[in-house]
């Protein structure tokens, strides 16, 4: 499974971005799929998640700001993030797993995407 990240850019505090996560392969509905972010001198964290069997989860940072979606059809994640803020600057990371549990990708997910910038300016 390849997965490859878009929609990274600059963003005023307040503002808004979309992050698409288009990934390859035939079984992609059945992948739990997710977001981790890395900022600089930090350690990679969980966003947030979405599977087959439960709803979305997120990360408490981001509840209520960021919004986890997908589109099986076209095999692609996204994560809408709204009411940006500086803190929230970071390389944002699609991550995917072949097991139907969010605890599973949170642990260590069997596929990585390459990692898109986003940069939050005060």
């Known amino acids: 499974v390849q997965l490859v990240e878009s929609g990274g850019g600059l963003v005023q505090t307040g503002g808004s971005l979309r992050l698409s996560c288009a990934a390859s392969?035939?079984?992609?509905?059945?992948?739990?799929m997710g977001w981790f972010r890395q900022a600089p001198g930090k350690e990679r964290e969980f966003v947030a998640a979405i599977n087959r069997n439960s709803g979305p989860y997120y990360a408490d940072s981001v509840k209520g700001r960021f919004t986890i979606s997908r589109d099986n059809a076209k095999n692609t994640v996204y994560l809408r993030m709204d009411s940006l803020k500086p803190e929230d600057t970071a390389v944002y990371y699609c991550?995917?797993?072949?097991?139907?549990?969010?605890?599973?990708?949170?642990?260590?997910?069997?596929?990585w995407g390459q990692g898109t910038q986003v940069t939050v300016s005060s």
């Open positions: 991550a995917a797993d072949r097991a139907g549990s969010n605890a599973a990708l949170i642990r260590e997910p069997h596929y």
């Open positions: 392969g035939r079984t992609f509905s059945s992948y739990t």
